[in-house]
């Protein structure tokens, strides 16, 4: 697991926080030998709620950095916050793993393992607990991450569905 932290400027004029999430070093056997490659899977957030994830390959790590955070930047979720953490419990998947995400209360801190927590980090979820089921790759727990932000919903949405107001959704 590499440790990288940059903080760019995307142009649109919004700080936007990135994270690599892990490197690795493959290689492609031909006649004469083996080429290896890198690949790198980095995460991007705007700290509001906003994250997005990118995976890149080339001949050199910085080069599979910046491909995976180009690619990060136009692949962006919002996730509906409440506060600093999640609207509700959600499960996301993706092949083999399984996460579940917990809203947490104040002060808790992100409980999560492997690359779910720099996806938090870089998306401005401060409380939340989370657990990986199954295959603990990184690809797939940040693909099952983004599977279980996409799930989410506001309760002003669920209560339009159901005709009711927001209040009764809440059980306020």
Known sequence: MANYQNT?????????KEKLVATNRVSKTVKGGKHFSFTALTVVGDGAGRVGFGYGK????????????????KNMVTVPLRGHTIQHEVIGTHG????????ASDGTGVIA???MRPMFEV???QNVLAKTYGSRNAMNVVRATVDAIKKMSLPSEIAAK???TVEEILGA
């Open 8 to 16: 760019q400027d995307d142009g649109q004029g919004s700080d936007l």
């Open 162 to 164: 159901r005709g009711k």
């Open 96 to 103: 083999a793993t399984r996460v579940l995400l917990r809203p």
């Open 123 to 125: 998306a401005g979820v």
């Open 58 to 73: 080339a001949r050199e790590v910085p080069q599979a950095i910046s491909k995976a955070m180009d690619q990060a930047r």
């Open 113 to 115: 393992g492997g690359a």
